[in-house]
């Protein structure tokens, strides 16, 4: 038995997901004594996919006649593939890709399914993850008794590990199946060179305390001394003030950075489910009882307006420093 995990690429390369569900195989494999093997697809260069041999792949199988995500045609490439190498565990990035691919595979594969796992199984009684649950209020322990079992990690949650290794490249050449579902149009929001929330390590976020979009000018200069992506809370792109791409929370994007700052955001619970997942959160609000500070691990009392000038200023003086 084997286990197999799922990266994807887009637009010739890599995402950033693939490297860390690559490195959560790999620890794996090692942990069970058995061999690691990656399926993948897309016109990416085999110079790309070797740098998944840094992160523990011994063995890459490109699927090249599939160059964009069509999630039936992604399920059924992913089940032959642990056919082939006999694998028992399939690992998957919960991001929007892993969402809409992983359930299918569980179900052609009768499969059990946990979903946005946090950290590496427990083996020494069967095979028990952990995964946050009530809005990441708490967490359960989940058995996976299935004979094939797959596990959908939570980006940012374990991080990739590097390692030296070459693997092997060759080409997949599965049944490629008709989608049951076609993909006719994506649309990609300009990001303005930021990296995408769902990949950021560091995201400045505001809300309706900037009291006007023609005030965030301070957050994106905020961002961009520290080389952050801008987000905001949901009634603030309900108002239009920012687009909705960076809706994070509950109904938004659930991110999980190293650092989350919040300039003027109260904290309700909605938005905290989407962002208490992340490694360090800074909290700046005039209001003490602002909810948002029971979850901080800093907090500033003060004017927004006030205290992140400042803060850009002594970002841009430490690095000038270093």
Not at 29 to 48: C, K, M, P, Q, Y
Not at 53 to 72: D, H, L, T
Not at 116 to 125: A, H, K, M, N, Q
Not at 234 to 261: F, K, M
């Amino acid at each position: 038995m084997s286990v197999l995990v799922f990266a994807e690429s887009s637009e010739g390369k890599l995402v950033k997901a693939s490297f860390e569900a690559v490195s959560y195989g790999a620890k794996l494999a090692s942990d069970a004594g058995t061999e690691l093997n990656v399926i993948s697809f897309g016109g990416a260069s085999d110079e790309e996919f070797n740098k998944l041999g840094n992160y523990g792949a011994g063995k890459i199988m490109v699927e090249r006649n599939i160059n964009e995500v069509q999630p039936f045609q992604m399920a059924s490439i992913v089940e032959e593939a642990a056919t082939r190498v006999g694998a028992d565990t399939i690992i998957f990035s919960y991001d929007v890709t892993g969402k809409s691919v992983a359930p299918i595979v569980s179900a052609k594969m009768k499969a059990g399914l946990v979903a946005g796992v946090l950290d590496y199984p427990e083996l020494s009684d069967g095979f028990v993850v952990k995964r946050a649950v009530f809005s990441g209020k708490a967490f359960a322990r989940v058995k996976i008794s299935s004979a094939v079992r797959i596990v959908g990690i939570m980006p940012n949650s374990v991080g990739a590990v590097e390692m030296t290794g070459s693997p092997a490249i060759e080409d997949f050449n599965g049944n490629v199946i008709g989608a049951k579902v076609t993909l006719k149009e994506t649309r990609k929001e300009d990001l303005g060179g930021q990296v995408p929330l769902p990949e950021a390590e560091l995201v400045v976020s505001a809300g309706r305390g900037l009291k006007g979009p023609e005030n965030w000018g301070m957050v994106e200069d905020l961002a961009s001394a520290l080389g952050a992506t801008t987000a905001c809370s949901r009634p603030v792109s309900d108002l239009d003030w920012r687009p909705h791409h960076e809706h994070v929370g509950q109904t938004g994007l659930a991110i999980r950075p190293n650092l989350y700052i919040a300039i003027g955001i109260s904290g309700a619970i909605q938005h905290l489910a989407g962002v208490n997942g992340s490694k360090v959160i800074v909290v700046i609000n005039t209001d003490p009882e602002a909810p948002f500070f029971k979850a901080a691990d800093y907090g500033i009392v003060g004017d927004a307006f006030e205290v992140v000038p400042k803060l850009v200023e002594a970002v841009k003086a430490f690095k000038a420093s270093n």
